[in-house]
């Protein structure tokens, strides 16, 4: 069975989108690498791949997954639900069509 689209592809279409249209967003790495006998931690444990402010302030937070069998953890479906709590827009993408559509519904 083929998975599809992989994740980081989906993910630079994505951005790549959204500067093209004039969306202030970036990149948001978050995760953990051992330097030496030590791990060190960087970004928030479960935000999203890409965070960014709409043109009318509201906060965008996109989880971008690969097009077939993308899970979400339960860090990032809290991360998620605690963006759209709190006014924000958050979308899962598996392709820039699918982001298209759903910022375009939740604007």
Do not use: H
Not at 25 to 43: C, D, H, L, T, Y
Request: aromatic share 8%; proline share 2%.
């Amino acid at each position: 069975m083929t998975k599809g689209v992989k994740e980081d592809v989906v993910l630079r279409s994505c951005l790549e989108w959204l500067r093209l249209n004039g969306i202030y967003s970036w990149r948001n790495n978050s995760g953990a690498v051992k330097v030496g006998r030590r791990f060190i931690r960087f970004g928030f444990p479960g935000s999203s791949d890409i965070i960014g402010i709409l043109p009318d302030g509201r906060f965008l937070a996109v989880e971008c997954k690969r097009e077939k069998g993308g899970v979400l953890s339960d860090l990032q479906k809290d991360f998620l639900s605690n963006i759209e709590k709190n006014g924000g827009i958050a979308i899962v993408a598996r392709s820039v069509d699918e982001l298209k559509e759903k910022l375009s519904e939740k604007r």
